[in-house]
């Protein structure tokens, strides 16, 4: 089914931008960046979640 492929995705993004805040730590010439993708991976992971609760399932 089309949503659980999306929310999957969704999940794995999740993940990754948990794992770039984690590189974030360790490498602090490039954290301030990598905070930024990670943000931006989490936004956009997000943004999925809503598009499937308002556009994709059916009303109750």
């Known amino acids: ?5 999306i929310l999957l995705e969704v999940e794995r ?4 931008s948990e794992r770039l805040a984690k ?8 954290s301030e960046a990598l905070m ?9 992971a997000t ?4 598009l499937v609760a308002t556009k994709m399932t ?3």
Do not use: D, F, Y
Not at 13 to 16: A, I, P, T
């Open 1 to 5: 089914m089309p949503i659980n492929a």
């Open 13 to 16: 993004l999740h993940h990754v």
């Open 23 to 30: 590189l974030a730590e360790q490498h602090p010439p490039v």
């Open 36 to 44: 930024t993708i990670s943000g931006n991976v989490r936004n956009t």
């Open 47 to 50: 943004i999925l979640e809503v």
């Open 58 to 60: 059916k009303p109750i």
